[in-house]
């Protein structure tokens, strides 16, 4: 039961961290909000320290680093494949690809489950699909780049979980810290690139005004995305890493919700299938 709601809670957050995002990145650049809100987001992981604690074990450290690189190429697949489109196709192949890769590798490490468990992953995988799907008039199908992208975003994001839950149970936020600091100090890099090959400029829609309510949603970004790390840190040490990443997987959902109550979106019937599903299949694994 905690293992499920710790890991529905680790999806919600990670939603609610695209949504500030993607709110910030309509003015924004992507790769200042996601190395800005990186940095913010590892501040905020030090000052939990004193209640979770830190290891200075060294598969902690080295788990941890290689989450962050993994992170920093999922990252920037993610965004260029999004870019590319369509959102409707590429966004849930990369979260089913992300809840695949890292549920085979715990199912490898023996994970099992009763017959209804199986049954209600595989219900899971499902939901994760109808609650990306976003329908639109837009239903061309994407390129074979954008297609590798997405893929490649959804196996490094798998690639990362991997990371986080192989690092020793004993090593408070040791892994997720050091996550942050090679993630926002590589995109941090980047950044920099671009602004030298830019020269500098600041682009019109980054200086008008009302910038400094952006620049709050880049930072809720950051506290949400760290926070969601903690609770997958807290719920794959707690149960399956098999169960735990394929309910991660369904962070749009968290998305959706947001920009129903924020900015009143509808949600589509078929995300309103996936989010009765995804509830209905947590409820199974909770009881089995």
């Known amino acids: 039961m905690l293992t499920v709601l710790l890991g529905f809670a680790t999806s919600l957050v990670y939603g609610f961290a695209d949504f500030f995002g993607a709110i910030a990145s309509r003015r924004i650049r ?3 909000v996601t190395a800005v809100s990186g940095a ?5 992981l030090i000052t939990l320290v004193p209640i979770f604690g830190f290891s200075f074990d060294s598969d902690a450290l080295t788990w941890g680093i290689w989450a962050g690189a993994w992170s920093a190429v999922a990252m920037s697949c993610l965004y260029a494949s999004l870019a590319l489109g369509p959102i409707s196709i590429v966004s849930p192949l990369s979260a089913v690809i992300s809840a695949i890769v890292p549920a085979a590798f715990g199912l490898y490490l023996g994970d099992t489950f009763s017959p209804w468990g199986y049954l209600a992953i ?12 976003v329908p639109g008039a837009d239903v061309r199908m994407p390129t074979p780049q954008a297609l590798l992208l997405g893929a490649a975003a959804g196996a490094g994001i798998g690639a990362v979980l991997i990371c986080l839950d192989q690092a020793p149970e004993d090593s408070g936020l040791t892994p997720v810290i050091m996550l942050r600091a090679v993630s926002a100090s590589l995109l941090g890099l980047f950044l920099i690139a671009v602004l030298v090959r830019e020269r500098g400029k600041v682009r ?13 949603a880049v930072a809720a970004a950051g506290l949400f995305d760290s926070s969601a790390n903690v609770f997958f840190l ?4 707690t149960g399956s890493l098999t169960v735990v990443s394929v309910l991660t997987a369904l962070y749009p959902l968290g998305t959706i919700i947001l920009a129903r109550i924020i900015l009143k979106e509808k949600i589509a019937r078929t995300q309103q299938v996936g989010i009765g599903l ?4 947590s409820a199974i694994l909770a009881i089995t």
Do not use: D, Q
């Open 30 to 32: 992507p790769v200042t």
């Open 234 to 237: 807290l719920a794959s040490r």
């Open 122 to 133: 595989v219900l899971l995988l499902i939901a994760v699909v109808l609650v990306g799907f």
């Open 204 to 216: 019109a829609s980054e200086s008008k005004t009302g910038m400094h309510r952006l620049w709050f």
């Open 40 to 44: 913010i987001g590892l501040v905020f």
């Open 278 to 281: 995804a509830l209905a299949a």
